[in-house]
C-alpha cells in the first residue's frame, strides 16, 4: 500500500468537516499503516476513532 497516498488522501477528506474512522487491517495485508503513518493519520483534526482489523488486541496495544 502507499501510505503516502492515505496521508493525502485523509487530510483531503478532512476539508469536508465531518468524522471520520481510520481502518487498520491486517499487518499482513497490503492495506496496513506503519505505526508513523498511524501516528500522521491520528493527527488529522476530524479523525474521531480507529478501528482495528487485524484480529490481534496485543498487537494493536503495542501500537
Not at 501510505?3 to 468537516?17: I, R
Amino acid at each position: 500500500m502507499d501510505e503516502q497516498a492515505a496521508l493525502g488522501y485523509f487530510p483531503t477528506l478532512n476539508d469536508v468537516g465531518i468524522p471520520l474512522i481510520v481502518f487498520e487491517y491486517h499487518p499482513w495485508s497490503d492495506c496496513h499503516y506503519s505505526t508513523q503513518t498511524g501516528l500522521e493519520l491520528a493527527e488529522i483534526s476530524d479523525v474521531v476513532a480507529v478501528t482495528d482489523g487485524s484480529g490481534n488486541v496485543t498487537a494493536y496495544s503495542q501500537h
